[in-house]
């Protein structure tokens, strides 16, 4: 990637963010929808918190890329990264639990359960999840309800005990039982892949696109998960917390294998490499349209931050 | 109710609740399904042990009933009411966490925090309420899809922060600033009775009855979650700990206002009477094919445990 494209790469991501950021404003506020009673306004005030943390939402970007690809309603995308990006947050709420890592920062703001409580930084997790599943199956989203239970399905089946919290247990038991290979790689693929992969696959049912189409853009998704983990455990080796904005090296400390401790930043870069190659071949039927799509491969592989 | 009654409405309850437990058991099993990674078996485990729990299985009793009175499909019926008791037991492993109200026991056994450990809870808990919009949203659920997003969307809106989340923040400030009764009808309404209410209302949208139908049942949820939380407070006041196998007084311990500590017993008794008549009026219409649920409306009200 040249300097000139991750500039402009960088410049759309950040446009797509306010997009995002500004529609999880408007969902997460405090006027109520038909058959709420009310929204309390002290846990709505944690999940804002937790949500509108100036996040570089690569979630939401890629659900509204993928669905661009197939001339998907713009309307509808957004609703539905919306509703992935309040999924991903409510996982890092809970994950930054003083039982689960204990994170006092995040993005260099405390996080949900110091700036209120632990009892609230729960419930505003367990309402930004159940709220994303409001946002999907919503009839003002503008989808057909064949493609709202769909997306419904796919986000619940990524997020689910099968997927991402699955992943979260798997890694939680990593520090005691630490994993092989195999195991380091089902563990990532599931706790970080699985969003990733439905954010991609999501724009694919959306656009009410084939079969093929929704595969190939799951198996998008696949890699550039797996690069975007394999990136991150590279920056944790490399990078100095004043770049990342949290602790690093916490991996290390914490005992956690990673396939970079394994095998060597080299073998990272090159594997890094290869994925983000493949990343691009899934994407050569679509042409130029899918410009943008192959320069999120490329960003998530070379990332610094 | 007379005694006949009473007996004849639990065998009936207990048996469905056999059946409840029965798909429960097989929808939190160990074996994937298509787009599953690999379900970890420690949190499958604890999954199972906060869903498992020997509860009555209330909710999915008037999910069942509520269908019944529509000629709804029994399979998706039985569906829906394991995916709402799903969403009832994730909030009872998060209500009992140290954070929250720090319970060891639930139905005599360890709470789930306790049989395996707080980081585990928290996720049992998430992976209960993501896999229940799995369950509903699955197009093995013999539903159209219109209906699937429609359960979807009022399970969301039941459970989420305009309602039983809403509701579970408006209980912890009520600890603190003591809500005056309006403040104890919104959050009762909310943390107990938007589930009970859906219950009944996803009967009518399984059953593609009509909207009508559907205010009808939703109103009647409404009243019988009010009894349900009235007869619940006047148990916390008057039974031992050993009828209700759990700690009992606690309202009064933790300072929290009830309207059976404000009204009195008495008054109380005479509010679920009058609540019973209501309930018993709105499936007037049914005529017989509502016996079921009217007795279920008596057995809220009069229970003893």
Not at 56 to 82: C, H, I, N, Q
Request: hydrophobic share 45%.
């Amino acid at each position: 990637m040249t300097n000139d494209s991750h500039i402009l790469f960088e410049t759309a991501l950040r446009m797509r963010a306010d997009t995002v950021e500004t529609e999880l404003r408007l969902l997460l506020d405090d006027r109520i929808l038909p058959g709420e009673i009310v929204r309390p306004a002290h846990l709505m005030a944690a999940m804002r918190h937790g949500a509108l943390n100036g996040g570089k939402r690569l979630r939401p970007f890629l659900v509204l890329e993928s669905a661009a690809l197939f001339d998907a309603d713009g309307d509808a995308a957004l609703r539905v990264a919306t509703a992935l990006e309040c999924v991903h947050c409510y996982s890092l709420i809970h994950d930054d639990l003083p039982a689960m890592d204990d994170d006092d920062l995040r993005r260099g703001q405390p996080t949900v359960h110091k700036a209120f409580d632990e009892a609230t930084a729960i419930l505003a997790g367990d309402g930004l999840l159940t709220h994303a599943f409001d946002i999907i199956a919503d009839e003002t989203t503008p989808l057909p309800a064949e493609r709202r239970a769909a997306l419904v399905l796919a986000l619940a089946r990524a997020a689910g005990p099968g997927g991402m919290v699955g992943g979260q247990a798997l890694d939680l038991d990593a520090e005691r039982n630490k994993p092989e290979e195999a195991g380091i790689i089902r563990l990532q693929a599931m706790k970080t892949g699985a969003l990733i992969r439905f954010a991609c696959e999501a724009g694919a049912i959306i656009g009410g696109a084939s079969t093929a189409d929704r595969e190939r853009l799951a198996e998008f998704g696949s890699a550039i998960g797996l690069a975007f983990q394999l990136a991150d455990d590279l920056l944790d080796l490399t990078a100095d917390a004043e770049t990342m904005g949290k602790a690093t090296g916490k991996d290390a400390a914490a005992g956690k294998a990673t396939l970079v401790s394994l095998h060597g930043a080299d073998w990272a870069r090159s594997q890094l490499s290869g994925l983000v190659s493949q990343a691009h071949a899934l994407l050569e039927p679509y042409g130029e349209r899918a410009i943008m799509l192959k320069a999120a491969a490329s960003f998530i592989a070379e990332r610094n931050s």
